[in-house]
């Protein structure tokens, strides 16, 4: 234990000699907790569109039916989308996407509201782009989400219409047209009055024979009508989410992204800094003095993994701290995030140790553990269902055998209350550092 | 009378398919300054790891009295660039649990000429200083024995000289000295027995003399003319 403690104090000694990385060590996590927190916190900024409504004021308002539908209802729900800076002419417009002052320009064509009230032809909007695949497709999303709400609001205003001379053709009513009244008899009505004469004819009368199938119609339309507003209404919105969520607790998006930006700077500080340390033995040529019975071999990499989990649990630590600030965690589990950064350290510094025993020098041991950690991100993030069955069960294996999968896990689990639990994943990340634990002392006998 | 400090029996390494070393056998006697040389890749370095622990035969064994220390200078610096003189010193006296650290320290400090520079740190050295701090690490924990390998190869006369008083001192004291060397006539000057090896074989055993009369000229000459005649 004593040679541990000297070679603990000697790396601590040369990391503060080695101010680049020291701060590099400390500015990572310190920038990306407030890059994080900031970005969570305040939300994405609205793209810039250069906004045109060609529709005169007077004819902003539509009726349909007895239903008056005000159409800069719509122009509101689509400015939730964007920052709209408001032109007043299309030249000007288009002149603004040209310039970049604008990323886009959205367009309300003055014939609009026609279209929409003779419903025979789909009304639409005019978007121009400035041709940079990235801007148009943010613009995009953003207009085509906001449309897509407008077009659910209209739906149930149609809906409504619809419904209204629905009830007025079954149970009558009053139909106001051309600024003129009327009063519709409607179909319950037209069957009771039919019934009523049809019981006061003689059973042999040929106007019975006439009218009979004029009752049965009005029997069957009154039957059928009545569930003619529930069609409308599901034509509307044919398909809605009832969402559930099974296999524990989920995490929402950003908070997750929080779990994530911890993860990564653990695996980076432990991969580079234990990888470093070791590989920096070798560089040096200090590796076969200390192997010479100075330090046993477990010794050794425990002493350089230990150092690589306590910088980065610090690390880890300051960044949710930081985050914290930003963002409302649960302070509450204080001990839990340690405990999840501690063993998500010692996996991601085994690893180290173990790529850091296989190289001769400290700038291969950055390159291969930058090498290494890059893919296991990406692959540890790759949904389920968005690849091949076969692609994403490999996925998983792969995932399953490197530490930052796990670690992810554990952190999510310690600071969102996410599934799986934290046990298993710090059960996982201790088999983990087992094996690359040995895969490291052979990596060392080279 | 000298006592055996040191035993290698038949030793042997391979890499692979390479043998570099292939059965060596010698003693070494408390005392006794002996020189390994040859032609580059003879396999002296690799002797020198074995002995020293460094690395493990392929076949044979070190056979070292139970208790008692091995001092290895590798060839390479082996230090840590970042830290001081003194903190070198101080780190490798621990680890190698010497009684008194800061004395050791302190002694070996004043004997290698560097107290003046001990605060500075191993990077700054020219390469001959930092040597003189490579040797110093080898032997700062007293070894009964002491393996150096090319220790003067970076040194100038100055502070070759030096690094020879230095040595015969430890020897005087008892020490048990292993250094292999290009410079046959530094192995002449200082030496009392001679190993001579050649692609892994050891070819000759025997003080300086007996090498010189292998040749008419001097040593060097002499050591050439024994390797043709060996075929190497």
Known sequence: MAAVRFLLAKDLRIL???????????????????????????GPGLPRVAFLNEIPPSQSVITLGTTRIDTTRYERQLFQAIDPVRVSSRAQAIADVRDGSTIAALIIPPDLPHLL????????????????????????????SKLAQANALLAVQLENVAGSYIDLLLSGGRLNFLGLAFNVLGLRDSATI????????????????????????????????????????????PIVVHQQTINGRRTPLDFYAVSIAVTVSLMFVCLLLASGTLALEREENTLERLR???????????????????????????????????????????????????????????????LGGIVRDVRAASLLALLVSFPLVFLALVPAGSVAVGLYDAIRVVSAVFPFKAALEAVDAAVNRSSPSLLAALGHLALLVLAFGTLARVGLRR | MLTPTLQARSLSKRFGDRVALRDVSFLLESGEILAVIGPNGAGKTTLL???????????????????????WVPQQTALYSKLSVLENLRLFARLERVADPDLAVAAMLEQTGLRERAGEQLGRLSGGNRQRVNIAIGLIAQPAVALLDEPSASLDPRQRERLWRFIAARAQAGTGIVFTTHD???????????????DGEL?????????????????????????????H
């Open chain 2, 203 to 231: 070819l000759f055993s025997g003080s300086p003399a007996d090498l010189r009369s292998h040749g008419s000229g001097d040593i060097e000459s002499a050591f050439v003319s024994f390797l043709r005649e060996r075929g």
């Open chain 1, 16 to 42: 503060r000699r080695s101010p680049a990385l020291s701060l590099l060590l400390i500015l990572y996590p310190a920038a990306l907790a407030v890059l994080i927190g900031l970005a969570l916190s305040r």
């Open chain 1, 292 to 354: 010479r019975g100075l330090v046993s071999p477990t010794a050794l990499l425990g002493e350089k993994a230990l150092l690589a989990s306590v910088c980065a649990v610090f690390v880890g630590f300051a960044m949710l701290v930081g985050i914290g600030i930003f963002v409302p965690l649960d302070w509450g589990r204080v001990v839990l995030w340690l405990l999840a950064l501690a063993g998500g350290a010692l996996a991601f510094a085994t690893l180290g140790v173990a």
């Open chain 2, 184 to 198: 046959i006539a530094e192995a002449e000057r200082y030496a009392a027995r001679v190993l001579v090896l050649a």
């Open chain 2, 49 to 71: 790891s074995l002995l020293a622990g460094a690395a493990k035969p392929t076949a044979g064994e070190v056979i070292a009295p139970p208790g008692e220390r091995i001092g």
């Open chain 1, 117 to 144: 009230a003779s419903a025979d032809q789909s009304a639409y909007v005019q978007v121009i782009y400035n041709g940079d695949a990235i801007n148009q497709s943010l613009v995009e999303t953003a207009i085509e």
């Open chain 1, 194 to 237: 039919l019934n009523g004469v049809l019981s006061g004819l003689p059973r042999g009368s040929p106007l019975r024979a006439k009218l009979s199938p004029v009752a049965a119609f009005a029997k069957i339309a009154v039957d059928n009508l009545g569930s003619a507003k529930a069609v409308i209404g599901a034509v509307g919105a």
